[in-house]
């Protein structure tokens, strides 16, 4: 087959596949396989299932001799000591541990930019960055990179920052972003980015846990037409958090001259400093701090089904190489390419694949500040014809909304320099999948569905361009050492064709190591549910052909536009307005969002239900989590179902949201079954 072809199963390179992975013989009929080009598949770093299985195997059967061989590649001021991984994932031997080239001396700023200047690669550009506005547009070697990053180093040390203090970072996609990443990397401090569309109060919430030195900053960033004053929200931020005895020393602030001069920035003398001002004056060389493999690298605040949001904490060694050789797999990355992710660094898609996986590799990379939509829906094709992407990176959300706008804004651009496509953030719907396959990619560009979460650090189920035909939907199978296993609600793996729980046996270097001051939490979210294992929130299905199958969160999570949303947040958010007596809130299928946020509120005693209440509710979930979470839905409720014991049976909550009324199931263990006919009865009101 020399293109790309979409295929029905059957064809005879899948009885191979079959008897690689399984064993057994091909009895799939039910999903089509769409197989990579000779071509494309004669030039794959992993070029057929056989390859794969062989390096799968030892990766499983020897990770400390896999690992070990991919780490020496990079710099390592001191070996890491045997053995190569320790650890305990059973709660029931004592407390979980996770240690991956403990006792090497190692700095993964370094590893991205130093080494690979060293190795004759200062001249290639490591950032291309294109502005909101067309036209706007700059670049960076690895060489001026390093240049920059050494500067804010410096700068930061001379603030008292030290191997270990926490930094928070609030920026748009600046290629400041990236270069306080990496300068925090450089002298051994803890970053810990926060999402600039997150609210004051979420951002004070962040401040206040993880007690940084230093806030980087911009004054405002525009997103397509839009101009927000992230400064302010900062200040907002940094009021509250000294309300809670957290004072910030300084606040770095870049002026982002496109989207507002300083002259209209508000400014505390004393704490706040412009970017511009000093960080040029440092020297262009900073010393590296060595760290050891299991010092902290980041830490990333992520939504869980309960409480507040969890300091996922990263330690350096093993995220290094994990990120690393995920990048160089999942995309078959070659040293020509030019690599595009749509992700902002505020999340862990930004972190491992914006930042840290392409520039160990090398990469050219792409940095946009804009919206996927501004000017024009045609936007992201004109960004990869200009500078000639050809591995591009996005989530399902914008595959389906581009889709929506329509071919033409796809087609009126070349597009022939892409190679891979990916997809990242929740199940990518096969109608999507076509889409983005067939039109996007003109039929030639395999896709790599990762499956992957904050937690795990880095691509966890994911396909191997040119080794695998591929299954629209389906993020194939799992990548070296990571050993995926489904298991039913008591705990046991269930084998072959299956659906369930999905867990994760054994460590991988990637692995996150705690949640930060909360190591019990992290144990009882993760590892106690299905004792031996890792467990990831998500539901799972395997097929006859033992290709994996994402089918969403088993959880109280929702995933809006592939961001995690925990519904416990939402609800405190909206019981904390004035009128609000209770709220429950639920996931509903949304067509571009992948899933969006219905909520049920009752109000208080006596106050009636008007818009302009609606809109009020919805402004309190904006201004205390961030627009992204706002609720698509408020469904006025008289009352919530709930059991004799007073628990909310969101079972019920969630066939009222999506209109399966026929569905609710036995309704008869409720306190009061009449609720649930009043809420129908209010459902289109
Ligand atoms: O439900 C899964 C979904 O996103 C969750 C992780 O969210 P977060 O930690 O914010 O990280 C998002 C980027 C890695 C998972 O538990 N998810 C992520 N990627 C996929 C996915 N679901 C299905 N297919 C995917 N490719």
């Known amino acids: 087959v020399d293109s790309m072809s979409v295929k029905p199963s059957g064809a005879g390179k899948v009885s191979q596949l079959n008897a690689v992975i399984l064993g057994e013989a091909l009895a799939s009929e039910a999903h089509d396989l769409v197989f990579p080009s000779r071509d494309f598949s004669s030039q794959a770093l992993v070029s057929s299932p056989e390859k794969y299985e062989e390096m799968y195997k030892r990766s499983v059967e020897d990770p400390a001799g896999f690992w070990s061989d991919i780490a020496s590649d990079f710099y390592w001021k001191e070996k890491w000591s045997q053995p190569v991984c320790s650890e305990n994932l059973d709660v029931r031997n004592g407390n979980i541990k996770i240690e991956w080239f403990k006792g090497g001396r190692t700095n993964i700023c370094y590893n991205c930019l130093d080494r690979n200047i060293e190795s004759g690669n200062g001249g290639k550009v490591a950032i291309y960055w294109e502005g909101n506005e067309p036209g706007f547009d700059a670049s960076l070697t690895y060489a001026q990179l390093l240049d920059k990053v050494c500067q804010l180093a410096n700068y930061l040390k001379d603030m008292g920052v030290r191997k270990g203090d926490a930094v928070v970072i609030y920026l748009p996609m600046l290629m400041e972003l990236p270069i306080a990443m990496l300068a925090c990397a450089r002298i051994g401090a803890v970053h810990s980015v926060v999402f600039a569309g997150f609210s004051s109060e979420s951002l004070a919430q962040r401040i206040v846990d993880c007690k940084p030195k230093v806030v980087i900053t911009s004054n405002a960033v525009k997103r397509g037409p839009k101009v927000i004053s992230l400064k302010d929200i900062v200040d907002a931020a940094l009021v509250e958090s000294a309300k809670n005895g957290i004072s910030v020393d300084a606040c770095l602030t870049y002026e982002n001259q496109s989207a507002m001069k300083r002259e209209t920035t508000k400014w505390q003398e004393g704490r706040d400093i412009w970017w511009q001002d000093v960080v040029p004056k440092y020297p262009t060389t900073c010393d590296v701090e060595w760290v050891d493999a299991e010092d902290p690298l980041f830490l990333l605040y992520t939504s869980g089904s309960t409480g507040k949001p969890k300091g996922v904490l990263h330690t350096t060694g093993g995220y290094m190489i994990y990120t690393a050789t995920t990048f160089k797999y999942a995309f078959d990355y070659k040293p020509s390419d030019v690599y595009w992710c749509t992700a902002d660094c505020g999340w862990i898609t930004g972190h491992s694949y914006v930042t840290f996986g392409p520039m160990l590799n090398g990469a050219t990379v792409i940095v946009f500040e804009g919206a996927p939509n501004y000017p024009d829906s045609g936007r992201c094709w004109d960004i990869v014809d200009k500078y000639k992407v050809t591995i591009f990176y996005t989530a399902p959300t914008l595959v389906r909304s581009l889709m929506r706008d329509g071919d ?85 793996e269930i084998e072959g064709e299956c659906n369930g729980y999905l867990c994760v046996k054994s460590s991988w270097p990637g692995a996150f190591r705690t949640l930060y001051g909360d190591h019990d939490r992290y144990e009882t979210t993760y590892f106690k549910a299905f004792p031996g294992y890792y467990f990831s929130g998500d539901g799972c299905s395997r097929d006859k052909d033992g290709y994996y199958w994402l089918t969403g969160r088993v959880d109280d999570v929702i995933n809006v536009s592939g961001h995690r949303i925990g519904t416990a947040e939402v609800e405190s958010a909206l019981v904390s307005h004035p009128k609000c007596a209770e709220a429950a809130v639920v996931g509903v299928e949304h067509e571009v969002k992948g899933q969006g946020i219905y909520a049920f509120v009752t109000l208080v005693e006596g106050v009636p239900y008007s818009e302009e209440l609606r809109k009020s509710l919805i402004m309190t979930v904006r201004s205390q989590i961030g627009a992204f979470a706002a609720p698509d839905r408020i469904h006025w409720a008289p009352g919530l179902p709930k059991t004799r014991s007073g628990k909310i049976m969101r079972r019920i909550l969630r066939k009222i949201a999506s209109r399966q009324l026929n569905e609710l199931g036995d309704t008869s263990t409720l306190a009061d079954p009449n609720v649930v006919d009043e809420l129908i009865k209010l459902a289109d009101s």
């Open 408 to 492: 033409e804004y796809v087609t009126r651009y070349s597009r022939k320099s892409l190679r891979v496509l990916g997809s990242v953030g929740e199940p990518i719907n096969p109608s999507a999948w076509r889409w983005f396959f067939n039109v996007v990619g003109d039929s030639r560009c395999p896709i790599s569905d990762t499956w992957w979460q904050t937690e795990t650090g880095g691509f966890m189920i994911t396909p191997l361009p040119g080794a695998w035909p591929q299954k629209p939907g389906s993020a194939t199978f799992p990548f070296f050492g990571v050993q995926p296993v489904i298991v039913d609600e008591k705990g046991i």
